[in-house]
């Protein structure tokens, strides 16, 4: 099994490669450039220095989100076009829950957090014990303020791209190191395991992204419709 995995949900983009339940190779952006510009080079590249050609690709993962509208929408497009021209198996993985399994083998709760604005953040927490991660509440978009008062007793780390804003305003909260504080593809190839593991389906076709809130065009189309 060879999986190539996708993430742009924030300013970065990154590919992975996994095969048998090992990492064989990565590959990190964060330039500034537009991940349509970088996406596909990256992984085209990330193939060919492992020995792979594309259709060596058995299964595809991308993180759907949460995360930046446009980045989500890239990376699910990009995940779509590859299984679907291949027919193979596109795996959507949960952002967050990505990101926690990217943090690697931590005791305590994993918080993941990423900027949603408007004083909120995209979260979820996750307990890690024994190198098991259990998901501990659905992903959803919550006040700092509210997820300062669900947060459990005991170390809790922070990742994501929230990590900092957070740290601001809940001090006693751990930030990891910057490589192990970010979403990276390598956690959404992991993610995509666990989820072939328990024999879910990947289909491309139905696959969508999960932005968890309406845009802020949405947002504002709504509100002149309300008055």
Request: proline residues 4%.
């Amino acid at each position: 099994m060879l999986i190539l995995a996708f993430e742009t949900s924030a300013k970065a983009a990154s590919v992975a490669l996994m095969q048998d339940e090992k990492i064989i190779g990565s590959s990190y952006q964060n330039t500034g450039l537009t991940h349509s510009q970088t996406l596909m080079v990256m992984a085209e590249d990330l193939l060919k220095q492992c020995g792979f050609a594309p259709s060596n690709v058995s299964h595809v993962a991308v993180a759907a989100g949460p995360g930046s509208f446009t980045g989500v929408r890239i990376g699910v497009a990009a995940a779509k076009g590859f299984a679907w021209g291949r027919r193979i198996p596109c795996y959507g993985t949960s952002t967050l829950e990505s990101m926690a399994l990217n943090l690697g083998i931590y005791e305590g709760t994993v918080c993941a957090v990423m900027d949603a604005r408007r004083n909120q953040v995209y979260n979820a927490l996750f307990k890690a014990e024994k190198g098991v991660l259990t998901r501990l509440c659905e992903d959803r978009a919550i006040s700092i303020e509210e997820l300062k008062a669900q947060l459990p007793v005991g170390p809790v780390f922070l990742v994501g791209d929230g990590s900092k804003l957070c740290k601001q305003h809940i001090p006693e909260t751990i930030l990891p190191p910057e490589h192990r504080q970010h979403q990276r593809a390598a956690g959404v190839a992991l993610a995509a395991e666990a989820m072939i593991a328990r024999g879910e389906s990947g289909d491309a076709a139905t696959l969508t992204p999960n932005y968890l809130r309406l845009s802020q065009a949405e947002r504002e189309r709504a509100e002149r419709m309300n008055k």
